[in-house]
């Protein structure tokens, strides 16, 4: 009924208003006379003229429109939209964090310092890296620090390096990254397991090599079980290996990059560590390195001990009792890459990442992985008879479908993704990863039941079976939402912002 809720421009009624103000008790004057002519407005705005009740009911429908993890299954690949647990809000908006200013002195902010270190030392438990910076602002903003930081570190050395090597099933930011940091990139072809070719590997990473930029479990969800040969083979030719932790669902609890020979990674506390992300909104993207890369990571760095805060070097004050620990911003380490996100990053997402962790506790957070497996195997299991499953026998946190027979029988990945809007699931990431054919990336996550997993299955299967019957029922897809099929590209490129009269 209201599916097509009209904008609210055209709900305007003449003279309708949310509020009558009383009467003026004081003599009116004339704007003209209060206000030099030059601030005047030309000619009168435009504005709605509607009931409160109108205005209400406008904008709870349209946010009821929003696709999310909160009311609907959302299995989509590479982007881990796990629920995102409500008590991680009740401490972002804490008062105390949310009216800290961050030009405050550091002696009355111990309190999110001591949050912010001790998560430093979380990250840094759980992916078995030596230390941690929450600076960068996203993922990839994460991958571009560690990029600056492989070249400071091979600068230092007197090396010059100018190669980043980075599978072919890679992530799109991973080549943006390095070549914003001025590398040259060289894709290598993975091997038919879906692997990276250790043969190929060797022979690609020569001298000019700076790194190896490597996803693991990569984005076809395989584990990279050569890993410690293929790090020994980057570090034997004087080489680093950067990991893109962006999905570390898998290996929570179970293992770590750190001691897998990594010598830098990113996480994405947007997507792994379970804080809201999506519609551009504001994410972390930690990274973590070994003890030779700690000089370079930027500053300032949240450190223990005594005194000092800024540039310049205070005495301590006496703010911290006798034997408490006095956290502080110290800014003299001459190899750092230097600041790269300002004051201390996106400390709403750090503080819901810290919630997140303490109240799974350790043994929680080791059920994340093991979870995240059970249910995408589980999925993948249920879905192989009818799709084409192109790499492994088993799956990491997600798995890739690749469409190809459908194709065939008259619909695409692209209708069965927009086919699934018409059963309430939101669709898979698709044609990523580049190299499977008509690819759908599913990656269920450890937050759902049982039963979602069953449904979700069923309208696969279901979908499956009408293309292999009537594929033009799946061609239109969705039928039931407001807005059926827009032309994709005009509508990101034109989209219809302003209402004129
Ligand atoms: C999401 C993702 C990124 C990028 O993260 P952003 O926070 O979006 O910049 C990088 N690599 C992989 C594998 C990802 O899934």
Redesign the pocket.
Known sequence: MYQNEPLIFEKSSPGRRCFIPPACDVPEKPITNLLPQKMLRKREIKLPEVSEIDVVRHFTRLSQKNFCVDTNFYPLG??TMKYNPKINEDAARLEGFTKLHPYQPVEQCQGILELLYTLEQMLVTISGMKAFTLQPA????G?LTGMMIIRAYLDKQGEKRHKIIIPDSA?G??PASAALCGYEVESIRSNPAGLIDVNKLKTAFDRNTAALMI?NPN?LGLFEKDILEICKIAHDAGGLVYC?G??MNALLGITRPGDMGIDILHL?L??TFSTPHGGGGP?A?PIGVTEKLKPFLPVPRIETGKKSTTEGVRQDTSVAGQGQKYYFLNYQHPDSIGRVRAFYGHIGIMIRTYTYLLSLGKEGICKVGKFSILNANYLRHKLIKYYDIPYGKTCMHEFVISAKKQRQQGASALDIAKRLLDYGFHAPTIYFPLIVEEALMIEPTETESLETLDAFADAMVQIATDIEQKPESVRNAPKTTPVGRPDEVKAAREPTLKWEH
């Open positions: 590479s982007c996203a993922g990839a903003h991958e992530h930011t991973n996803t984005t893109d962006a999905n994405n947007h997507k994410g993207g």
